[in-house]
């Protein structure tokens, strides 16, 4: 059997242990290498790791780097399947192998020094080389191996070559929803190790919230000396040490303090918390406290560099999590750096470390021959996990273990499991793909609806056919490891599960899918997704589904995801006057927060101020006075709201002092006075009927012009672009909501006049509106007249036929010159809102470019409407134009057609026309996640209906 294909876990390396800062001397051996790929192992040149081997005519490449990124061979991207026949352990000839060689220069004073040789990541399979000496084999991709290297290592030049083959038996255990992207994209590391030295470091460091008191044990080398200077603390290691008085640590609150073990060959620093996880009563619970988590999935990528993650991007990227309430993170499906748990010990994150474990592809043959129940498999599977352990193990921030992700079920994880309890049993242990939980210590679905959560936190699921594994799963604590699928424009009814979250202690959260969109930087511009690269299978946009786009820009659902988790619930009562206060955190009291109000007038901000917030303990609440000036001021005026922001009272690691935490608005009046027209009427011309400024076809009853603008007017839309929600479903014997819109014929709608009556100051427009070879129809009414000089219209929309498929929108579209270009409204915003996807927005007045309204998805869909609009308008070089909802209407205004839209793949495809489209929606469908199998809640699924609405052109 040739070596990638056995299915052990490699050979050579030396047993896992904790990542840790040591005194020992280091040599970072990261840099340009010389690096040669081969199309085959049969093509890789022979005799590479001989020191004498020439390499001059290879390339270079970064280490560390994924070779694809850096134009050697292609990215490939697949969700399930793997791009090679399933043959457990084997795997093609054809298999790209990449040869790294390296020369480097051992200082002086490494002379005669024990010493390892530390790869962080090597994706999938690396045989390693030094001086000419084979050190080992080492597969498990994302984590790390060690070699030692003590005689082979001497002073002067030293060459060491690294052969990558992208495929292996690991690869069997690594078909995460990802790239696959091969390379050494992690750290590689010389590592002096004196032979008396800190060999390993398990730090535990309890928290009795009874009595504030923290124990501290600290399992290392027998005799190494143990400190907390800050804590005046000093013992030995294996004495436990009770230390009253401690500071906690918890996400809202990440305490650390620096541990010193020592001995006189090497001193190690590590940062630790005391904390305590346990299950009690069938709640996870740290420091005795139930948590919430408000988490997120997330992978490691770059859109430039793929794997190998700059650490300025870590941090950024955890920055951005905590400015949007996010406090927790799933390791999707593997060990990130570790650099960045470092970080989240410091920023304050409740941290799911994932085994790098899924053979998700098997699914497709209903599991069989699933490495997770393959003996053969046996060893590999418990290497990775134990390798995860130890390198994780003294992360504060890691309170759970999870053995992998969609690999089924079978003896392999039930090891892996049981090893892991009984290595660090202060820490439960998580597996989604057995729905029994037999091995595990939590109860955990993804993409469960919303009915089936609450089930769930009544403790009245579906049951088990094994009465004593559903007793004993029934009593555990639920998180859904996967929710809210965020590809594109949604998910929709994140509020709606956070509500459950807070009714049902048992449900303690879960990770959104997914934090980040995975597109690859194009050298022209722009991101390429899936099948880009002429991959033989792959799936396509399904990689684009993320909270922030490729550079971490937030897309619109992050502040949905924002509000929805805000850890103060703030709500307006005007009736009584008074502002309540609900505190949501697990730990904190609320005086790290200020309270900053305004008042608006029909959107425009007349007065502010602050509040005294009194301070309020976690899971309490209080009520503040609303302001005085706020309540009393005169004026004139039809709308007025309150806002009230809970705000940074001081600057944090994470964001400045002012930053926003959480808002509530209140309504203080109501009723909108008309608004006249300013415009004057224009006379009608030949051919057209007139009707004020307006002027109408007098066959086809459509507005052909307004004032002195032509208009090309689209009486009736039932279609959207489809958004990437649309366009999938998770059961396969359900036809996704684009395929049915496309199947009734939506999206080419045919027009038929039934009657054009003009009586006066009026005009009746009925439409009978239907699409080719489909009997199902809609009848569309018209009552246009003048109100306050005005065009105003009454729309009667009648479903006529039997219809099968729900609607995606009941709006209209008119077509404007090019010449106008910025939109003030007056209307839910800063950004777009749908019906279930709009707690993020405030009703305020607001002022867009056209082109900053478009939300560039990296495949265009559907996109930035703006909801519960007033009143907007439109103005530029072409003129001004008001459009006004009666009482509100949803408006989209973009340079390009619908059609056009859903007919582009990438945002560049997307070209100015002549017109902008002005789309105005009385109804619209919601945005849900059916991609992976949550339904969409039953208020926004749009069946047909009658319905009338208002609106006036002026």
């Known amino acids: 059997m040739r070596y990638y294909e056995d299915p052990g876990p490699g050979y050579g390396a030396l047993p896992p242990r904790a990542a840790v ?23 890789a040149p022979a005799g590479f790791e001989r020191e004498d081997f020439d390499d001059s005519g290879w390339d270079t490449i970064p280490v560390p780097s994924s070779w694809p990124m850096h134009g050697f061979g292609r990215p490939a991207y ?155 603390v000093s013992t030995v290691a294996g004495q436990p040490v009770p230390i009253p008085g401690v500071e906690p640590w918890s996400a809202e609150s990440p305490r650390l303090y620096d541990v010193v073990v020592a001995t006189e060959a ?82 304050g994150f409740w941290v799911m470390d994932e085994c790098d474990y899924e053979t998700h592809g098997f699914f497709l043959l209903g599991w069989r021959g699933n490495p997770a129940g393959d003996p053969q498999f046996e060893a590999a599977s418990l290497d990775r996990m134990r390798r995860l352990v130890e390198r994780d193990k003294n992360h504060p921030s890691v309170i759970i273990w999870s053995l992998g992700n969609e690999a089924g079920t079978g003896r392999n994880l039930d090891v892996m499991a049981a090893w892991t309890k009984q290595r660090d049993p202060s820490r439960p242990v998580h597996y989604e793909g057995d729905l029994t939980s037999a091995s595990v210590d939590m109860y955990s679905r993804m993409y469960a609806s919303h009915a089936e959560v609450e089930a769930i936190g009544r403790r009245a699921e579906e049951p088990l056919n094994d009465a004593e594994l559903d007793a004993r799963r029934r009593a555990m604590p639920f998180v859904l490891c996967e929710y809210s699928h965020a590809g594109g424009n949604g998910p929709g009814g994140l509020p709606e599960y956070e509500e459950l979250f807070h009714l049902y202690p048992r449900c303690q959260g879960g990770f959104v899918w997914e934090w980040m969109e995975h597109g690859i930087s194009r050298p022209g511009g722009g991101y390429a997704y899936g099948g880009e690269f002429g991959e033989e299978l792959h799936d396509g946009t399904y990689v684009l589904d ?169 009486p009736l839309e039932l279609w959207r672009a489809p958004t990437q929600h649309d366009a999938r479903t998770w059961d396969a014997t359900t036809l996704d909501r684009r395929t049915r819109w496309a199947d009734a014929g939506l999206h080419r709608l045919r027009y038929r006049t039934l009657s054009v009556e003009k009586s006066g100051d009026e005009l009746t427009v009925v439409t009978k509106v239907g699409a080719a070879a489909i009997d199902a129809g809609v009848v569309t009414t018209y009552r246009w007249s003048l109100v306050d000089d005005r065009l105003t219209a009454e729309v009667e929309v009648e479903p006529v036929g039997t219809w099968t498929v729900p609607w995606a929108r009941v709006g209209l579209t008119l077509g404007l010159p090019a010449g106008f270009r910025d939109l003030t409204w007056f209307g839910l915003g800063p950004g777009p809102a749908y019906p279930d996807s709009r707690a ?115």
């Open 840 to 954: 993020a927005g405030r009703v305020g007045r607001f002022t867009a470019t056209i082109d900053d309204l478009q939300v560039p998805y990296l495949y265009p869909q559907e996109n930035g409407a703006r909801g519960d609009v007033r009143w907007a308008e439109l103005s530029g070089p072409a003129g001004q134009l008001r459009v006004a909802g009666d009482p509100v209407l949803a408006l989209t205004v973009r340079r390009w057609t619908i059609t056009d839209l859903a007919a582009a793949d990438h945002p560049e495809d997307l070209v100015p026309g002549d017109r902008i489209w002005l789309t105005l929606d009385a109804l619209q469908h919601g945005l849900g996640s059916p991609t992976s199998g949550a339904p969409i809640l039953p208020p926004h699924d749009l069946q047909p209906r009658s319905h009338r609405f208002r609106f006036s052109l002026g």
């Open 546 to 714: 993320g909270l922030v786009f490729p550079d971490l820009t937030p897309q619109p659902v992050l502040a949905e995801v924002h509000k929805a988790f805000e850890p103060v619930h703030l709500s307006v009562d005007s009736e009584a006057r008074e502002l309540r206060v609900v505190n949501r955190y697990d730990f904190v009291d609320t005086s790290h927060l200020a309270l900053q109000w305004e008042l608006a007038d029909d959107g425009r901000v007349v007065t502010r101020g602050l509040l005294a917030l009194p301070v309020v303990a976690s899971g309490a609440e209080a009520t503040v006075d609303l302001p005085k000036e706020a309540l009393d001021l005169p004026g004139l005026y039809s709308e007025r709201w309150l806002t009230v922001r809970a705000t940074l009272a001081a600057d944090t690691p994470w964001a400045q002092a002012g930053h926003e935490v959480a808002f509530g608005q209140g309504q203080l009046s109501t009723g909108r006075p008309p608004v006249a027209s300013t415009r004057a009427p224009t006379s009608s011309s030949s051919g057209s009927l007139a009707l004020g400024p307006g002027r109408f076809d007098r066959h086809t009853g459509r507005l052909v012009g307004l004032y002195e603008w032509p208009v090309s007017h689209v």
């Open 21 to 43: 800062r040591s005194d020992a001397p280091r040599l970072s051996l990261n840099g340009t290498w010389r690096f040669h790929l081969a199309e085959s192992v049969a093509e």
């Open 266 to 347: 090497e001193s190690v620093t590590l940062r630790t918390g005391f904390r305590t996880v346990a299950i009690k009563g069938g709640v996870l619970t740290v420091n005795g406290r139930r948590v919430l988590f408000h988490g997120v999935n997330r992978h490691e990528h770059d859109p430039v560099l793929g794997r190998a993650i700059p650490e300025h991007r870590l941090r950024q990227e955890l920055l951005v999590m905590k400015q949007h309430n996010i406090n927790a993170i799933r390791t999707s499906h593997y060990p990130p750096d570790s650099r960045m748990l470092a970080l989240c010990d410091e920023l």
């Open 78 to 232: 697949t969700n399930q399947p793997y791009p090679f026949p399933l043959d457990p352990p084997y795997v093609p000839d054809e298999n790209p192998t990449g040869d790294h060689r390296l020369g480097f220069e051992l200082p002086e004073s490494w002379s005669g020094a024990s010493a390892v040789l530390r790869f962080d990541g090597v994706d999938s399979c690396a045989r390693v080389y030094l001086n000419g000496v084979e050190l080992g084999v080492t597969r498990g991709s994302r984590v790390p191996a060690e070699f030692d290297v003590s005689e082979q290592l001497r002073p002067g030049r030293n060459v060491l070559a690294v052969r990558v083959h992208q495929w292996s038996s690991g690869s069997y255990l690594e078909d995460q929803d990802m790239w696959w992207l091969p390379g050494i994209f992690r750290d590689v590391t010389l590592v002096a190790r004196p032979p008396a030295g800190v060999p390993d470091v398990f730090v535990h460091a309890d928290y009795d919230h009874r009595t504030g008191t923290g124990t501290l044990l600290v399992e290392s080398v027998p005799g190494a000396t143990v400190r907390i200077p800050e804590l005046s």
